[in-house]
């Protein structure tokens, strides 16, 4: 089947069976690897994407799905003034160990920002719930989002 | 073991200075040289001012890409800022052992890559004094730049790099080190030095590797241990969309080599991992089909009341001690497989062609790795070549490479370069588990409250006297040396279910019964757990350690051990806890792994069965520097937080020889609403530094269950905790 879609602002033409998942697309069609696979069943949430600024598991949305819908991915996300944020909250409060799971973390992280923007702890427990980190990195997203919405006093961030 | 040191340099591609540094065994002795450790760590100086450090080991999330370079860059005296980290090869006659595991990184490499860097800085310095025929003595460097104190002139390193290329290396155990106090990179947080990749989503890991004119592969495994595949409907499944190839699989029975099975091959992994649906496979399950987690258990108590078979430790007269004492405590203590699940399930692309094989393979141990590739596949060595890659995540997992030789077979049959990714299922259902364990305790307590006898009969699995991978028992455990009158013994159960090292192997489980049985016991003598465990620990003494199972053992300082249970008490407002609300308690443990010395504070509140983990503290002693402190907390509240997800909901069941859980669905992770703030200590001591990746998991899983009874007055003696247990 023929699929157009569109992914950090840019079209693509797609020939792919209509129940290819999203993720599969993005990775090994357009060749975006930033975008991971945890559990294909959308368990793990490394998966992230937004469709129309809303945090989706790619993992379980078919191709056939996405329609005149708008995606963006880790590779995207920068543009936006939030996504930029939240990386660079990520980078300032030095959230990464593995890292595997945090293209999915600043996904989930930028579409909490975008709807409420200065979260309190549940809200960030709500929206980042669907998101594992193995390595549980855990005290630092939480310090990392709210650096990134402004809210707290912590700010003592790490050198570079 | 005696060793003699080398220090080779010499123009590398480019013009840079190429600093080869490696220790070996000295060759007389034969035995000595097959376990030579072999060092090395380059240094790449660009006329720009550029210093391209590599870094040896594989980066699994400890952040050792961004912490080996750090005690180069130290001594050679650069900037951080100028610095870019390349990471080696798997190249042992380079590079030495390349591995991640056991948290030895920053003991092996403190001195070693310290004397790297500044045997780099004198080679500088003496290139500066030639080019300007002046003494050395009245040249020094910093930051890059060799200065000449009585004429005011410099040179940066760049320009230097192709003189001091041409000079002989420096003695390394004469160089001089810097005194601690003058550290500039050292002792300071320095992030992760792949970080800004990773938030930006660029190919950095196994799964992203791709290779021009691959295929995708996926490899189904027999669901029972060791089992084979006999037939399977090939042509049926090579017919399937996006499907190019299938075969079988011919493979052996040990667990880290080629097993049998069917490997599908598709134009994307989708493809392949789609085409499994309609995959149907005769299986000869083998000889261990029969094995369960139920007949453990009940194996298991059987042998409890059995003489134990292995002799671990025996001190004194237990029994003589059990009898006379005034109260005798007596406890049944278990724990489960589990699994690692890194979040990144097992991946290797491997390209054979024309008699030799390039791999790309995250994995934390690649030498291994090479031998199983070269014997299986009937290559040498020197036929293998092994990138190693960013891991997303290890634990212990990726120390073994069997996902490594299964893709090089796959790339061999096949005639093309492959991509294998398991699945989350195949991932979850053919690991090397944490292996359960079952300890059947017996203390005995003397009027006043003092612990005169000490047993411990541990039902573990193994063979022919020996345990299992990961299922040990060492007889330096603690208490052992602190009780007069002690039995460490173990019965051994055969097992079919692969079993290895996790994150703290051994340790994660037995801080957890020790640690827990010791609290009963300061419960029975009606005592402060905390003053409990220091009157157990005594006066500061240090203790020499006999050789293990796994060889020697450093000694043991009770002195800090001490250090870090006062100040954990202290941080954690221990003294106060009596004013915590009902419902609410706090828990102590400490534990001795890796080298590293940590005890920690769990607070919980538990309110109609549900239980609340407030709040971790944890006080860590590492020795006497801290070398990067962003990452030592990280770790330390990564490991914590791994501690409390393995005992809230992990375990692994065994069923008719196979693994029943698949997923996160029946395997769950720590989510981040679960996850308590961790404060973290480090109490800085006069001792070399350890790692910090593995010894601060050991004592949370007995401080949460110590908490937990605090708080309710029930036991937790079997992990994971029964949340029905609380209620």
């Excluded at chain 1, 995606?71 to 920068?78: A, F, L």
């Excluded at chain 2, 692309?349 to 009937?378: M, S, Y």
């Excluded at chain 2, 120390?399 to 989350?424: C, F, T």
Aim: net charge neutral.
């Amino acid at each position: 089947m023929h699929y157009r879609i569109e992914v950090n602002g840019r079209q693509h033409e797609i020939e792919a069976e209509p129940d290819m998942p999203l993720l599969w697309v993005l990775r090994d069609l357009l060749d975006l690897k930033g975008t991971k696979y945890g559990c294909g069943v959308s368990l793990c949430g490394a998966c992230t994407v937004h469709l129309n600024g809303a945090a989706t598991r790619s993992c379980i949305t078919p191709l056939s799905s996405v329609g005149s819908a708008s995606v963006t991915t880790i590779e995207g996300i920068g543009a936006t003034v939030v996504g930029r944020k939240v990386q660079d909250a990520w980078l300032d409060v030095d959230v990464v160990q593995c890292g595997y799971c945090q293209a999915g973390q600043i996904m989930s992280a930028a579409a909490l920002l975008a709807k409420t923007a200065h979260p309190a702890d549940a809200d960030i427990d709500r929206a980042m719930a669907g998101n594992l980190c193995r390595c549980a990195t855990y005290v630092r997203i939480r310090k990392a989002i709210k650096q990134a919405a402004g809210v707290g006093a912590d700010k003592a961030g790490v050198a570079p | 073991m005696k060793r003699r040191t080398f220090l080779q340099a010499g123009a590398a591609v480019g013009g840079g200075l190429l600093l080869d540094f490696y220790w070996a065994a000295a060759p007389a002795d034969a035995a000595t040289e097959s376990k030579a450790v072999v060092l090395n760590a380059y240094v790449r100086l660009s006329p720009d001012g550029l210093v391209t450090i590599v870094s040896p080991n594989p980066e699994v999330g400890q952040g050792i890409k961004t912490m080996l370079p750090m005690l180069i860059a130290e001594e050679l005296d650069v900037d951080w800022k100028d610095v870019r980290i390349e990471q080696a090869l798997s190249d042992p006659a380079v590079y030495g052992r390349q591995f991640a595991g056991g948290s030895v990184a920053t003991p092996l490499h403190w001195d070693p890559l310290r004397r790297v860097g500044a045997a780099g800085r004198q080679m500088l310095i003496a290139a500066a004094a030639q080019t300007w025929d002046v003494a050395p003595s009245d040249c020094d460097a910093s930051s890059g730049v060799v200065h000449h104190r009585p004429s005011a002139r410099h040179l940066t390193y760049g320009a230097l790099a192709a003189r001091a290329a041409t000079l002989p290396a420096p003695d390394l155990k004469t160089v001089v080190l810097k005194n601690p106090k003058d550290f500039k990179i050292i002792g300071t947080s320095k992030r992760g030095i792949d970080s800004p990749l990773v938030v930006t989503g660029k190919p950095l890991f196994g799964i992203d590797i791709t290779v021009p004119g691959m295929l995708y592969a996926v490899f189904e495994k027999c669901p029972v241990f060791g089992g084979k595949a006999l037939s399977a409907n090939l042509d049926a499944v090579k017919a399937l969309p996006g499907v190019r190839d299938a075969f079988i699989v011919a493979g052996g029975t040990v667990f880290d080599g080629l097993t049998s099975g069917v490997a599908i091959l598709g134009t994307t992994w989708w493809a392949a991992q789609k085409a499994r649906q309609s995959l149907e496979v005769v299986w000869d399950e083998g000889p261990t089909a029969w094995q369960s987690t139920t007949g453990f258990a009940r194996r298991a108590l059987e042998l409890s009341q059995r003489p134990p078979t292995l002799k671990v430790r025996s001190e004194g007269d237990v029994d003589a001690a059990l009898t006379a004492s005034a109260k005798v405590v007596e406890a049944a203590y278990s724990y489960p497989f589990i699994a690692h699940a890194p979040l990144e399930p097992q991946n290797c692309t491997a390209h054979f062609k024309d008699g030799k094989v390039e791999i790309w393979a995250p994995t934390q141990n690649p030498d291994p790795g090479r031998k199983i590739v070269a014997k299986t596949l009937g290559l040498t060595d020197a036929d293998i070549t092994i990138h190693m890659i960013r891991c997303g995540g290890g634990f212990g997992r990726r120390l073994m490479n069997d996902y490594m030789v299964e893709a090089a077979w796959i790339s061999k049959q096949a005639g093309v370069a492959v991509k294998l990714l398991w699945s989350r299922e195949d991932d979850m259902r053919h690991d090397f588990y944490r292996p359960a364990g079952f300890h059947f305790f017996k203390a005995g307590l003397d009027a006043a409250g003092k612990v005169q006898a000490f047993r411990d009969h541990f039902v573990s699995f193994g063979a022919d006297g020996k345990f299992a991978n990961a299922a040990v028992l060492t007889p330096s455990e603690f208490p052992a040396r602190f009780v007069a009158n002690l039995d460490f013994a173990a019965s051994l159960m055969p097992c079919g279910v692969p079993t290895g090292p996790l994150r703290a192997p051994n340790s994660n489980a037995l801080g957890f019964v020790f640690q827990s049985f010791i609290d009963e016991l300061s419960v029975a003598a009606g005592r402060d757990p905390v003053q409990f465990r220091l009157d157990l620990l005594g006066e500061r003494r240090v203790y020499e350690n006999p050789a293990g199972p796994n060889g020697p053992t450093p000694p043991f300082d009770s002195g800090r051990m001490r250090d870090v249970l006062a100040l954990v008490a202290e941080k954690s407002g221990w003294e106060k806890r009596a004013s915590l609300p009902a419902g609410s308690g706090m828990g102590v443990a400490f534990y001795y792994s890796h080298f590293g010395y940590f005890a920690e504070v769990a607070q919980v509140t538990v309110s109609a069965g549900n239980l609340k983990i407030d709040k971790v503290w944890v006080a860590g002693d590492i020795g006497s520097q801290i070398i990067n402190p962003t990452g030592a907390e990280n770790q330390v509240q990564g490991a914590a937080l791994d501690g409390i997800g393995e005992a809230l909901g992990q375990v692994i069941t065994i069923e008719g020889g196979r693994t029943v859980q698949g997923n996160f669905n029946d395997f769950p992770l720590l989510r981040i609403h679960q996850a308590p703030p961790v404060e973290v200590h480090f109490l800085v001591s006069d001792h070399p530094p350890t790692g910090v990746g593995e010894p601060a998991l050991p004592p949370v899983v007995p401080a949460l269950c110590n908490a937990i009874f605090a708080a309710t007055g029930k036991r937790i003696r079997s992990l994971p905790i029964d949340p029905k247990a609380l209620a």
